[in-house]
């Protein structure tokens, strides 16, 4: 059997309590907490994402733990539609980054499709041309990542009716990257 398939099967709640912020002093306490949270996020189990988030966040210092603190965050805050609160985590995951060295293409990508939600064409435009740069392609995931890149501006574009030129958008992005 494989490894992952014990852990899954035991109820979240019985492995870790939430309640003591004490549990989070070390670094791989506070991954399993994110890993958690993301867990929680893909079953669709908010108030248990966002209670992790509430006891990973504050004090954290820019760190690329905190990046993807604050995207998981971000995904929570949009899954319950709150866009607004979720450009907000994305645009301090970017400040973040900024400092640390760059903007990764994750961030830029989540930003954009949160942009799109909030009828912010032209920006998401941009997040999805800054995010293609940043690609690698020697990198397993930038593949990817490109098509979804591709896939947020075409619906960028479809929305502020320039059906005609998605195609070379589309064409211009796999350059860019190639």
Known sequence: SHGGA????VPL???HSWSSDARLKSPESREDALQ??????????????????D???PGLQPSEFAVRCLRVQAGVHVAGNRL????ASLVRAGAMERSLGGHTSSTLIHTASVLIGLGRYNDALDHCSMA????QPQHGRSDYQLEGIISIGSDALHRMGQREVVSSWVQGMREMFH
């Open 55 to 57: 006891s990973l966040l």
């Open 132 to 135: 293609c740069q940043k690609l």
């Open 84 to 87: 607004p609160a979720a450009l």
């Open 6 to 9: 014990s852990m899954s099967s």
């Open 36 to 53: 958690a949270a993301k867990a929680a996020l893909q079953r669709k189990d908010m108030p248990v994402a966002q209670r992790i988030m």
């Open 13 to 15: 709640a019985a492995r």
